[in-house]
């Protein structure tokens, strides 16, 4: 009975533990998933099992082109180009420059805003994303925001962008965002578009194009980045960009 009661205060003190500090124990499980996710993966690339590649953005100030493409050359890239109607990412043509230099297929992001017109922003990114050719799909990031307008004011506005750049480029835009994001905002009218899926845990549900499996892979040249991963069900010539 004595041994009981005291299991009992062990068991209710690791409860009280865990509860206390929920959000540390679910950031370490969340960075244990993570890693496993990373380490699985990586181990599979070196196998060639799947087609890789990485999104890049300003804040990787520093790049070593050669000893990445050295030690573990991407089969893809795409970079932040825009983002609203007025920004453009301070390293977009230089790294593509760098990409296309180094014979490394790639494409280019523009980072959805709730502040702007989804119409001035594809301009925006068409102006300055200088996609031709061999070049892969252009991509629409559309992300979580605490402070955002309606869904049906949201998938207006998306329904915009997607509009001006299947009228330059004659394809819609792959659409990066969550599974979450997709399933209760963007599915009543965005349900037969590609799509990018970031998801640390688990691979996706349904059909995809690329998945984000981690946003911590250590790419050797780069450092810690986001590393994604083509459906294995599709050919990465099929979303890159043809002549009219």
């Known amino acids: 009975m004595k ?11 690791i409860g009280t533990l865990l509860f206390i500090n929920k959000r540390r124990v679910y950031n370490y499980a969340r960075n244990v998933l993570i890693s496993i996710n990373t380490n699985r993966n990586s181990a599979q690339k070196e196998n ?8 890049i953005s300003h804040h990787q100030k520093s790049i070593d082109w050669n000893l990445l493409v ?12 825009t983002e609203g109607q007025t920004h453009q990412d301070t390293k977009y043509q ?21 502040q702007s017109p989804g119409r001035n922003q594809a301009i925006n990114f068409i102006k300055h994303s200088n996609l031709k050719e061999g070049d892969l799909y252009p991509v629409l990031d559309i992300e979580y925001k605490k402070n955002r307008p309606s ?5 207006k506005q998306v329904k915009e962008f997607c509009e001006v750049i299947k009228s330059k480029y004659r394809v819609n835009p792959i659409i990066y965002c969550e599974y979450d994001y997709y399933n209760n905002i963007l599915k009543p009218d965005f349900d037969g578009y590609n799509y990018w899926i970031s998801n640390l845990y688990r691979e996706p549900k349904g059909e995809y194009v690329f998945w984000q499996y981690t946003d911590r892979g250590n790419v050797v040249g780069i450092g810690k980045i986001d590393n994604n991963r083509l459906n294995s069900n599709k050919k990465l010539s099929d979303f890159i960009l043809k002549s009219k």
């Open 48 to 55: 060639g099992d799947f087609v890789w590649g990485i999104d």
């Open 70 to 81: 050295d030690k573990n050359k991407p089969d893809f890239i795409f970079f932040k180009c």
């Open 151 to 155: 869904d049906k004011k949201i998938r």
């Open 94 to 114: 230089l790294y593509k420059r760098e990409a296309d230099k180094r014979g490394i297929i790639n494409g280019a992001y523009h980072f959805f805003s709730y």
């Open 3 to 13: 041994k009981v009661f005291i299991y009992s205060i062990i068991l209710l003190l």
